[in-house]
Nanobody, 123 residues
């Protein structure tokens, strides 16, 4: 089992920045890829970014490329999502999820999920 806890969400204005954290406990976190997903009201859950177990390979949705950066610190069992130049359309509940080794860009590939953290961006 891997337990994931997200933190760092909040209410910000357009153009502001936030850094989300996903802290893991349980099995060896360095063996796991992590994806950040988000779900806005009335919409399907969508991937935002993902990182493989080593941190070498990353993936970004087109909507966040150039604004968001995913990174990890395996010594601290934590994955970060730095979000810059936030837009109102980034408003959603953000979830982190994990799976062994390599990331995938769809939610059903992930085995463990956090409870989510709310991000709200006002215009």
């Amino acid at each position: 089992q891997v337990q994931l806890v997200e933190s760092g969400g909040g209410l910000v204005q357009a153009g502001d920045s936030l850094r989300l954290s996903c802290t893991a406990s349980g099995r060896t976190f360095s063996n796991y890829a992590v994806g950040w997903f988000r779900q806005a009201p009335g919409k399907e859950r969508e991937i935002v970014a993902a990182i493989n177990w080593s941190g070498i390979y990353t993936y970004y949705a087109d909507s966040v490329k150039g604004r968001f950066t995913i990174s990890r610190d395996n010594a601290k069992n934590t994955v970060f999502l730095q979000m810059n130049n936030l837009k109102p359309e980034d408003t959603a509940v953000y979830y982190c999820a994990s799976r062994l080794m390599s990331y995938r860009d769809y939610a059903t590939a992930y085995d463990y999920w956090g409870q989510g953290t709310q991000v709200a961006v006002s215009s």
